[in-house]
C-alpha cells in the first residue's frame, strides 16, 4: 500500500502540431447535472452522483476498474472512501480478480450497497464460435464468474471487448443475455469496448437491446466530435455509459524520447478525470487504482469537478497531449504497415505490459489477434516504417514487446 504513484511523472517532447486545447467553461460551480450526493465515511465533502441510465441505478461518480488490483485492502479502502461500483471481468488474473471482488464485498457485508460488474467471452474466448456455442459459453463463463464472484446475480454483465459493430446484434450474445435475465442471474446486460468506438456505441443505441456501454475514453480523444455525439445520443436515449482508461492507460510510456526540456512536469490525473466527467453523458468512471495514494487522489475528484487553475495550465498545453502517446485504436496505421499487422491490438498489449504492469493481460491482448497478424510477423523489419497521425510511437513499442514476449518454438505469435 506504500508502493507511492508509479503512474505520476513524465517527461514529455514538445511538438507544435497541436493548438491550444477548448475545456469546457466552469465557473464556480459546474453547470453539468451532477445529481445527488454520497457522503463517504470520515469525509466532510460528499460524493457527486448520478443516475445510470434507464437501470435507475445511482453511483458517485468516480468507481473502482479492479483488474490491476491485486491487493484486497485497496477495494476495502475504496469502499470506506464512498465507492459503490467495482468493475471486474471473467479473465482478469485467471480468475483471481472475481475471487478477491467476492471476498471483500462478503467480508464487508455490502452486497446490498454495491453495484458489481464484470465481463465475460472476450474476443479470445468466442473466437470461431458458432451462434449456439456463443450462447452457451456465455452462460457458462457467467455462472462461472457468479460462482467465484460468491454471489447469485451480478448487477452488470458485459460482452467483453466488442471492437465490431455487427457484433452488437450477434443472437448467441442476446439470447444468453435473455436467459441470463430471465434466471435473475443478471440485472442489466452490456458491452465494453476499446475499438471503433464510436460505431459500436451507435450501434448499440440503435439495437434497443443492452442497458450499459462501458466506454474507452479520455483526454487524447477530445477531437473525436463524433464519438461525442455517439455518446451523447446514447444517453439521451436512454443507455447508462461508464467510463475507462480515463487517464490515458496508466503510467507514461517512458524514453529517451521524452526528455526533452521543451516541456516537464507532471501527469494531471485529477485534471484528466475531471475531463472525462465533465462530459454529463458519463455516469461514473472506472480508473483503476492500485493504492491507497492513487486512491486518495482519484476520489477527491468525486466531490467537485471545477478545475484548478493547475489543472487548466495542464490541460490547455498544447504539448501534453502528443506525450500522452495513448493509442485510440483507430486502426488508421494499418495501411501503412507492408504485413497488415494489426498493430492496435499491439499497442494496447503494450499499454497492459508498460504502463499497467500486467503481463497476463498484455498476453491475453496478443491472443486474440488472428494468426498471421501478430507479432511474429514484424520479425523481419529492421525498422518499423509505420507513423501514427496522433504521435504514438509505434516502432519502439513493436520492439519492446517482442523483448517482453519473446515468441515460442511453435508459436503464440506466428
Not at 10 to 30: C, D, E, N, Y
Not at 102 to 129: D, F, H, S
Not at 148 to 162: F, K, S, W
Request: proline share 4%; charged share 25%; hydrophobic share 35%.
Amino acid at each position: 500500500m506504500n508502493s507511492g504513484l508509479k503512474r505520476r511523472d513524465f517527461i514529455s517532447q514538445a511538438v507544435s502540431a497541436f493548438g491550444l486545447l477548448h475545456l469546457p467553461r466552469l465557473g464556480k460551480s459546474s453547470p453539468l447535472p451532477q445529481g445527488s450526493v454520497s457522503r463517504a465515511a470520515g469525509e466532510e465533502k460528499p460524493l457527486l452522483t448520478r443516475t445510470l441510465g434507464r437501470t435507475g441505478i445511482r453511483l458517485p461518480i468516480v468507481s473502482m476498474g479492479v483488474m490491476n488490483a491485486s491487493v484486497s485492502d485497496v477495494l476495502m479502502d475504496a469502499f470506506q472512501k464512498g465507492v459503490r461500483h467495482f468493475d471486474t471481468a471473467w479473465g482478469y488474473q485467471d480468475g483471481y480478480n472475481e475471487r478477491m471482488v467476492g471476498n471483500v464485498i462478503r467480508k464487508l457485508n455490502a452486497r446490498k450497497e454495491t453495484t458489481l460488474a464484470t465481463k465475460v467471452l472476450g474476443p479470445q474466448q468466442r473466437m470461431n464460435l458458432s451462434e449456439v456455442e456463443t450462447e452457451e459459453r456465455l452462460l457458462a463463463h457467467a455462472h462461472q464468474s457468479l460462482e467465484r464472484l460468491q454471489m447469485e446475480q451480478v448487477d452488470i454483465l458485459y460482452i467483453h471487448d466488442v471492437s465490431d459493430e455487427n457484433l452488437v446484434t450477434q443472437p448467441g450474445f442476446i439470447r444468453g443475455m435473455e436467459r441470463l435475465k430471465k434466471e435473475g442471474r443478471i440485472r442489466y446486460t452490456g458491452l465494453s469496448t476499446h475499438m471503433r468506438v464510436e460505431k459500436v456505441v451507435r450501434a448499440a443505441t440503435e439495437s434497443g437491446f443492452w442497458d450499459v456501454l462501458l466506454v474507452a475514453f479520455n483526454f487524447a480523444m477530445h477531437e473525436d466530435n463524433g464519438l461525442k455525439q455517439a455518446l451523447q445520443e446514447a444517453h439521451e436515449k436512454g443507455l447508462g455509459l461508464i467510463a475507462m482508461k480515463t487517464q490515458a492507460g496508466g503510467s507514461w510510456w517512458r524514453s529517451g524520447f521524452q526528455d526533452s526540456p521543451s516541456f516537464q512536469g507532471r501527469l494531471n490525473q485529477k485534471a484528466m478525470l475531471k475531463w472525462v466527467l465533465n462530459h454529463g453523458f458519463f455516469t461514473t468512471a472506472i480508473p483503476g487504482f492500485v493504492n491507497y495514494n492513487e486512491l486518495e487522489e482519484d476520489i477527491s475528484v468525486a466531490t467537485d469537478l471545477n478545475y484548478t487553475e493547475e489543472e487548466r495550465k495542464f490541460l490547455s498545453d498544447r504539448d501534453v497531449l502528443v506525450s500522452l502517446g495513448f493509442c485510440r485504436q483507430c486502426g488508421a496505421c494499418i495501411p501503412g504497415c507492408p504485413e497488415h499487422v494489426e498493430i492496435p491490438s499491439l499497442m494496447r498489449s503494450a499499454m497492459y505490459a508498460f504502463q499497467y504492469e500486467n503481463r497476463l493481460q498484455s498476453r491475453a491482448a496478443l491472443e486474440t489477434i488472428p494468426a498471421g497478424k501478430g507479432l511474429s510477423r514484424c520479425r523481419d523489419c529492421s525498422f518499423c516504417r509505420v507513423r501514427c497521425p496522433n504521435g504514438v510511437r509505434i516502432g519502439e513499442r513493436i520492439a519492446a514487446l517482442k523483448s517482453h514476449h519473446p515468441e515460442r518454438p511453435g508459436g503464440l505469435f506466428a
